[in-house]
C-alpha cells in the first residue's frame, strides 16, 4: 500500500489533457493500487491520476465505501437529464461548489484486464463519474461552478440552514 501526494489546484498538471493508456502492466498496476489506496486514505470518492501527477487516462471511484470502480480510457457514449448539488474535489482542499450535470451518464471504458464494459449511472454516482471524466481532459470543477467557493464550514452551516428549514416546511 503506497499513498501518493494528491496535487493542488494550481499545479499545472491539473490542466493538461492525459494520454490513453495502451498496455496493462506492472507499472499502472501499482498506479492503479495506489489511486484506490489514496482515494480511502483521504476520504474522497473518486480520484483521477493526474491528480497523483500522471497523465494517464485512468480513474477510480467509490460512492459508498464498498463499491470500488477502475474506469481506463473512458468514453462517456450518452448523457441526459439535470442535477445541480455541491460538490468537491480532493485538489481543492476544504472547498464546495454548486454544479449542474447530467443527472444520467453511460460510459465504456476498460478494466483493469483491458477488457471493454460499458455501465450506466445516476444521481451521485453519475456526477462522481463525470467529475473523474473532466479530470482526463484538465478540467476542474471550479471551471464549471455556479457561485462561490464554500469552505467546509461554511458548506455545512448551509446544509443545517437548509434542513431547518424543510423541517419548518413540514
Ligand atoms: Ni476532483
Known sequence: MAIRNIRQIGDSVLNKPCKDVKEMNERTREL???????M????GVGLAA???????????VDVT??????????EIL????EQTGYEGCLSVEGKSGLVTRPNHVKVKALDINMNEFETE???FLARAILHESDHLSGVLYVDKVEGPLLTNEELAKLMEEKEANEKNEA
Open 50 to 60: 493526474p491528480q497523483v501527477g500522471i497523465l494517464k487516462k485512468i480513474f477510480v
Open 65 to 74: 465505501g464498498e463499491d470500488p470502480m477502475l474506469f481506463i480510457n473512458p
Open 32 to 38: 492503479i493500487e495506489d489511486m484506490f489506496d489514496t
Open 78 to 81: 450518452e448523457t441526459d437529464g
Open 121 to 123: 449511472a445516476e444521481g
Open 40 to 43: 480511502y486514505e483521504a476520504d
